[in-house]
């Protein structure tokens, strides 16, 4: 076992004590009635929220405080809001994320938008299923650094106990606690904020969902029918109104987990990825999960390049001929499609109009007002 799925399965198993309270066998709490006012657009149902950390506004402005708080990187130079931005969809605009120490990351960074209805976090990792669990890979991995905490988990805390104004944000959010500066309400106030990063009014949204005839170009509307159509599939991997198969909401019974080899690369003409970085297989050490990473959602996708969990793909434009061809790596290379990837990626034609069209259906998926919405921005910002 390789020194990285070392640190993986240490991450994950002081995640797992701390959301089981450290080993003890104690009752799943009941949930409590959803009172919060989420705010969702219309046609999004209620995202689920884990039973012990009910929504309420204090928990959330909590949460977006600390987002934007650079404390929470060991040399205090990055927050989470450093590789996540606002205007970019929650991305960072980098092919390749940056860690707070300077270390470059293998993979690019996902953005937030309606997180709080995937069913997996991260590009490949099956386990991290809840926004209190994925928390601690950042402000504690190792390989990469992020934020850079690694094992020093108490002098994370002892700086946040240190400033008296934050201290009283967290009393009000964690009412009843002894100490209400703990990692598990660190990591439950910035779940909270992030389950609000809920994004539904794009132009599309107001065709679809509000009867507006005319938020859609005809050059979109005909985008939209390509999309939706058997003959390019797009619609089997970016489903639902979350444009993502892998989602889930408060009414799902048995969410779904989806991973999928979009014949990205094909290394030895089996199938193969490059080695520092096959995808889900590096976990799970199954032949069928080569290649395999999550979807993300399209919406805002217009804004969130470069493309593909490597950012190897520099604009729509691109990724749609990486799709025609079959894969990137059939577009690069010639050959047969391989052998590992997806079912619904095997090529198709387009007109220049086509492809026009489809594009103008995919930038008909931004949010602009989700892009600037001041409950999502950084609280630290000057005016």
């Keep these: ?19 089981a309270g450290c080993g003890d066998s104690k009752p799943e709490p009941e949930p409590e009635p959803d009172t919060y006012d989420w705010q969702l657009p219309m046609g999004f149902p209620k995202p689920r929220v884990p039973a012990d950390n009910p929504m309420t506004e204090a928990k959330v402005e909590l949460g977006r405080h600390l987002f934007y708080d650079t404390r929470l990187s060991l040399n205090g130079t990055q927050s989470c809001g450093s590789c996540h931005f606002q205007n970019l969809a929650f991305t960072d605009g980098r092919k390749n994320a940056l860690g707070s120490t300077g270390e470059v990351h293998r993979r690019n960074a996902q953005g937030l938008i309606n997180v709080a209805y995937a069913t997996s976090l991260t590009w490949a990792n099956p386990s991290l ?29 002892e700086r946040l106990r240190s400033d008296v104004e934050l201290v009283s944000r967290f009393a009000e959010a964690f009412p009843g606690e002894a100490e209400p500066v703990s990692l598990a309400s660190l990591t439950r106030a910035l779940a909270s904020f992030q389950r609000t990063l809920i994004s539904g009014n794009s132009p599309y949204d107001r065709y679809v969902y509000r009867g507006e005839a005319g938020a859609l170009s005809p050059a979109a509307v005909r985008g939209m029918d390509l999309f939706m159509s058997e003959r390019l599939e797009c619609n089997h991997c970016h489903s639902g109104f979350n444009f993502l198969d892998a989602s889930a909401t408060s009414l799902t019974a048995t969410p779904v987990q989806a991973f999928h080899n979009t014949g990205l690369y094909n290394e030895d003409g089996q199938g193969a990825y490059p080695a520092e970085d096959p995808g889900v297989i590096e ?18 996708i217009a804004v969130t390049a470069p493309y593909m969990h490597d950012g190897s793909i520099a604009t729509l434009s691109e990724v749609i001929d990486h799709y025609a061809a079959g894969g990137k790596a059939r577009l690069r290379q010639g050959g047969p499609l391989s052998p590992m990837q997806s079912g619904f990626v095997r090529g198709f034609t387009l007109t220049e109009q086509e492809k026009a069209d489809l594009l103008a259906f995919l930038e008909a998926l931004t949010d602009t007002e989700f892009l600037s919405n001041p409950r999502f921005s950084d609280p630290f910002a000057s005016p």
Excluded: I, Y
């Excluded at 076992?1 to 701390?18: D, E, F, K, N, Y």
């Excluded at 299923?129 to 805390?157: C, I, M, Y």
């Design 1 to 19: 076992m390789t020194s990285r799925m070392h640190r993986w399965m240490g991450v994950v198993t002081t995640a797992a004590l701390l959301g």
């Design 129 to 157: 299923t809840t926004l209190e669990l994925q928390a601690l890979t950042p402000l504690f991995g190792k390989e990469p650094v992020e934020l850079g905490f690694g094992d020093r988990q108490e002098e994370l805390l």
């Design 283 to 300: 976990l799970t050490g199954q032949r069928e999960d080569m290649g395999r990473f999550r979807a993300s959602s399209l919406r805002n």
